[in-house]
């Protein structure tokens, strides 16, 4: 099992930046991927990117490359998002999730078994 909890969400103006924690426990030896995605009001819930065991194998999707950026810290079992030159289109709650698989859905809602409550992001006009 593992447990998944985000946090550093909240209210920020258009063009400011935001960090987003999500810190693992339980089973963390397992994971091989970690992905983010957000939710806005009456959407669907979409990819916004994933990390890998290796450093090099992080991917984003398109609306948030050259803005977002994931990094971790295997010391404090925690991934981040650093979210800059934030849009209000970004607004929405924003979850984390991970996979013990190995997979090529890293993409996908379906290539995860773990989920984060979700964190809160307003980004305002």
């Known amino acids: 099992q593992v447990q998944l909890v985000e946090s550093g969400g909240g209210l920020v103006q258009a063009g400011g930046s935001l960090r987003l924690s999500c810190a693992a426990s339980?089973?963390?030896?397992?994971?091989?991927?970690v992905g983010w995605f957000r939710q806005a009001p009456g959407k669907e819930r979409e990819f916004v990117g994933f990390?890998?065991?290796?450093?090099?194998?992080?991917y984003y999707a398109d609306s948030v490359k050259g803005r977002f950026t994931i990094s971790r810290d295997n010391a404090k079992n925690t991934v981040y998002l650093q979210m800059n030159s934030l849009k209000p289109e970004d607004t929405a709650v924003y979850y984390c999730?991970?996979?013990?698989?190995?997979?090529?859905?890293?993409?996908?809602?379906?290539?995860?078994?773990?989920w984060g409550q979700g964190t809160q992001v307003t980004v305002s006009s």
């Open positions: 999730a991970a996979t013990a698989r190995f997979s090529t859905m890293y993409n996908q809602l379906r290539g995860y078994d773990y």
């Open positions: 990390i890998g065991r290796s450093d090099n194998d992080i």
């Open positions: 339980g089973r963390t030896f397992s994971i091989n991927a």
